[in-house]
Every structure is written in C-alpha cells, then in structure tokens.
C-alpha cells in the first residue's frame, strides 16, 4: 500500500475523532466550564507530550528562537483558537458556527500556503476540494437548524470566520519548523505554551466546580480529551500533514461536522437527514479523489510529499 494512504487514513481518523468529541464535550460543559474544560485538556496532555517526547527521542529541548515561534504559534493556535471557538458558539447559532469555523479553512491554508510552504495546488485537490466543500455545507445546513446570517449573530459569525483564517495560518506556520523537528517535538512545545498562555483565563472557574461530585463518566471525558483528541491525535495530525501537505490536509477536517452528526444520531438520538446522507457521500468522494492523486503530481517531496 502507498505510505501516502497511511497518512490519509490518519487525517481522517483524528478529524473523526475530534467529531466525535462535540458530543463528549456536549456533556462534559454540563460540570465544567467551557474554557476550564478546554484547559484541563491541554494542560493535562502537557507532561504525557513530555514523557512521550523523551521516551522516543530521548531528549526534550529546543532552541531559544524555536521556542519563541513556538511560544507564538501555541498561544495563536490553542490559546487564542480555542477560545475564540467557545464564543463562537456562544453568539451565534450551531449551524454557523459549524459551516464558518470548518468550511473557509482548508481554502485558507491552500491560499495563503505559498507564503509558507512551496506547495503546489493540483487541478485533483480542486475539484476534490469543491466536492468536500459542497458535501459540508449539505451535512452543516441539512440539520434542523439552518444557516442565519441576521445581526443578532454577526459577532459569533466574524469569531467563527476568523478561526478558520487564523487557524490555517497557524497550521501552516508549524509546517517549516517540522522541517527541522519532529512533529511530536513541535507539538509538545506549542501545546505547553498554548496552555499556559489559557490559565489566566480560568481563574473564577475552579471555585465553581463541585470536584467530590465528579464521575467516571467526568474522569472519563477527561481522559478522552487528554489522551485520544490532544495527545495522539495531535502528533498524528500534524505528522501526517507535513507529509501529505497542509493545502490536502486540512480538507479532511471536512470530517469533523460528518462525525459530530453521527455521534449526535447514535448517542443522543439526533435526527439524520436525506440531505446530510447526500453530504456525506459527496464529502467522502471528494476525500477520497483528492487521496488518489499520484505521487508525481504532488508536491515537491521534500516538503509535502
């Protein structure tokens, strides 16, 4: 098999993966509060990423400089993303949040990449790209509630907007620094400065919090989001797009609104539309076409390849 697949199939593993956490998260907000939740998830993956990073590559540091762009990186990228996702859905409804956080995004990294990254846009990953694109909006917009772009959200929608702009600059922002260290180092760092740069943001939610009331079902959302959705699906996500390119990529976050939807009809008895079934296959034949593109017409392989 194509090592290419490997890195395809992991891409939609973790986007699938991180769908899936909107119904754990769902349930998890009920006991926390949102940022503390967010914070608790990044901060507690910080000394996992750390031993993980000394147990594989045996040591942990980086240079100064590198841990300034880090240092930027994770308070843009987790620090800043994070919450800006939290408000987002706060002052405006799901369904605009969902399109307007996930739909631009991939279209980003492939616009602004060249000032990153020498990576080629193919004629394939267009029109695949168009297919996802089109199967997202149907599985976004195929739900109950439907996209309303009235001033009482416009707030919401602009945070929502800029989370995909921002977001795929900080993708692609990590993308030469891979070129020097490991995705796990990378990761590793700019998770610990994304967490630090959100503690001061949780200081009045830890009072608010009854910890002797809490379950497994709390300590096991918890670890969810610690272990599986931060630290393998980071490495795994950010290893796998520095070999495929960010452009490719970050299409497969089109997964992220399809898996939200299954989880919501399997778990919480969500309904599935017609028009969310339609999305779903065009988004994965769009992901699939963009997958099949031949080696020699990927980017150059030192890079993306």
């Not at 990423?49 to 540091?61: A, C, M, P, Q, R």
């Not at 800043?80 to 605009?96: C, H, P, Q, W």
Request: charge should be positive.
């Amino acid at each position: 098999m194509d090592r290419k697949w490997v890195h395809y199939v992991g891409l939609a593993l973790v986007a699938a993966i991180w769908g899936a956490n909107f119904g754990v998260s769902r349930q998890a907000m009920e006991t926390f509060d949102p940022i503390l939740f967010t914070f608790l998830r990044f901060g507690l993956a910080v000394p996992f990423f750390f031993l993980l990073l000394k147990v594989t590559e045996g040591s942990i540091g980086i240079p100064v400089k590198v841990a300034l762009q880090l240092a930027v990186i994770g308070l843009l990228g987790v620090t800043g993303l994070e919450i800006a996702v939290m408000y987002s859905i706060k002052y405006t409804t799901l369904a605009n949040a969902s399109l307007l956080n996930v739909a631009p995004w991939p279209i980003c990294a492939a616009l602004f990449g060249p000032l990153f990254m020498k990576e080629r846009i193919s004629s394939r990953l267009v029109t695949g790209g168009v297919a996802a694109i089109i199967g997202v909006c149907f599985i976004i917009l195929g739900g109950s509630e439907g996209l309303d772009l009235s001033s009482n959200h416009m707030i919401g929608n602009g945070l929502a907007l800029g989370v995909s702009i921002f977001g795929a600059i900080y993708n692609l922002a990590c993308m030469p620094i891979m070129k020097r260290y490991s995705a796990l180092r990378v990761s590793t760092w700019m998770i610990l400065f994304g967490a630090i740069g959100m503690l001061p943001f949780t200081f009045g939610s830890w009072g608010k919090v009854d910890w002797s009331a809490l379950t497994a079902t709390h300590y096991s959302a918890i670890g969810y989001n610690v272990l599986i959705c931060t630290v393998i699906s980071f490495v795994v996500w950010n290893a796998s797009m520095f070999k495929v390119g960010a452009a490719r990529a970050n299409f497969f976050r089109y997964v992220v609104p399809a898996s939200a939807v299954t989880a919501g009809y399997l778990f919480f008895g969500e309904s599935f539309s017609g028009w969310q079934l339609a999305g779903a296959v065009c988004m994965a034949a769009g992901l699939v076409w963009i997958s099949l593109e031949r080696k020699d017409t990927a980017a150059s392989p030192n890079l993306t390849s």
